[in-house]
């Protein structure tokens, strides 16, 4: 369950608001007046965020089970819901893993992919490092315009003081969630009505992923708010308060007994094969698939980042395509992906032999590959002492040259 709050009265339809990274259910403060009029209205904070216990999730799909849970837990089954930011993150896996409970989805500063995944581990490098502080100052030129920092510096002041007392595990938990996001093949199956908002100055989701959203989602609709950046609800209230009226009352059409249940969605069950013949089919689809070179894919380039990898690939010609290949099926696909021990002890093993071995060009990309699989520079910093005592003080020097250029572009924040 989530730290939630309900206001509004008991028999009225619910109205579920989802927070932005950072933010607690305050955000929507200035939009529970008008809201709870015609709705009962449930709030709830991220994990970690406004004292909520720090059970960090793993996944925008676990935030939305979680957002089912405490609905379960009140005997919720319809509700409409508006989320911002990670909040409408959450949103979107609701209206793909529920929609027979959803009766119409708010999408507001949102994306179908937020950024690059390299940035958001970057970001949770720095909170590793140095704490929340240094996001927390940065936060007013990522939630607002110049306009609205200059002539309300109570409320912004009040933002930076919802960054500091965030838990730092669990937002750079949030981190990993938006560097894994990508539904932009998914939007299609969305199947209630949705309402997509944009700030026409925010440079975090601009309006051109609103556009997207809206271009990828069969029962869209598209409002970009004039003044306003990422933080829409806070610092446009009376703009975003006035379309999510007129959208849950346009398209949750209230009656005496509530809204009206949806019409079910039903989906075909393939047909599985038993027996002998499944045997041969299954092993037939992960030779086909590729299974380990997917899978080593996907942890080379969380592991790496994109960016490293992208290089990696557009740098393959004919003569070194098969070793790039090879690397990505053997090493990352089928060493890195074992259970056994977890990425920060393969951190530790891979600085220690690139030190020994001498291969610093490879020591420079595992030393930011480190610091994302969750060591700190103090931690690195140990592993290459102890390099010293067993494979030489000159290796140790140059590796220690190393990774303090690294750790200090990795860590320091964007001002």
Known sequence: MLQHRLDGPDDAPVLVLGPALGTTWHMWDRQIPELTRNWRVLRFDLPGHGGAPAHPADSATSLAERVLATLDSLGIQRFGFAGCSIGGAVGIQLGLLARERLSSLALISTSSRFGTADAWRQRGVVVRTNGLDPIARSTPERWFTETFIEAQPAIVEWAVQMVRTTDPGCYIAACEVLAAFDVRSDLGSIGVPTLVVAGAEDEATPPADARALVAGIPDARLAIVPGASHLTPVEQPGAVTELIIRHFTT?????????????????????????????????????????????????????????????????????????????????????????????????????????????????????????????????????????????????????????????????????
């Open 251 to 415: 398209s949750w059409q209230e009656s005496p007994a509530g809204p009206p249940a949806p019409a079910p969605v039903i989906t075909p069950a393939p047909v599985r094969p038993t027996g002998a013949v499944a045997e041969l089919e299954s092993a037939d689809l992960v030779a086909a698939r590729g299974d380990s070179y997917d899978a080593g894919m996907k942890v080379r380039r969380e592991v790496l980042g994109d960016a490293h990898v992208d290089r990696a690939q557009e740098n393959a010609d004919d003569f070194t395509q098969d070793f790039q290949d090879f690397v990505t099926r053997y090493a990352w696909g089928e060493v890195w992906t074992r259970p056994g021990i977890d990425r920060r002890t393969r951190s530790v093993i891979t600085l220690t032999a690139l030190v020994a071995r001498g291969h610093f060009d490879e020591l420079t990309f595992h030393i930011r590959a480190a610091l994302r699989n969750g060591l700190t520079p103090e931690e690195i910093k140990e592993v290459l002492l102890q390099t010293a005592v067993y494979t030489g003080v000159p290796a140790a020097n140059s590796a220690f040259a190393v990774a303090q250029g690294v750790i200090r572009e990795e860590t320091t924040p964007d001002e």
